[in-house]
C-alpha cells in the first residue's frame, strides 16, 4: 500500500494525536482505498483539503460513536 514509508509515518503520527485527544483513529476501510487515492490526488492537484477532509471525517473515523 505504501510506495515508502512517509505515509506510514504520518498516519502513526496522526493516530497518536487523535488517541490522545479522545478522537479514534483514522482508517481507511479497504473497500475505499481507490476512492481515497482519487480524493488525495485531487487534494495533491489542487491544494484544496476541503473534500479530503470531509470524506476522511465521514469514512474513515473508527472508535468514537
Known amino acids: 500500500m505504501f510506495l515508502d514509508g512517509n505515509k506510514r509515518v504520518a498516519n502513526l ?3 497518536k494525536e487523535m488517541i490522545k485527544n479522545g478522537e479514534g483513529i ?3 476501510p479497504v473497500d475505499k482505498i481507490g476512492e481515497y487515492f ?3 490526488i485531487n487534494y ?3 491544494n484544496n483539503s ?3 477532509k470531509e470524506w476522511i471525517y465521514n469514512n474513515c473515523i473508527d472508535g468514537i460513536e
Open 26 to 28: 483514522i482508517s481507511i
Open 13 to 15: 503520527v496522526a493516530n
Open 38 to 40: 482519487t480524493k488525495l
Open 44 to 46: 495533491y492537484e489542487t
Open 50 to 52: 476541503a473534500e479530503l
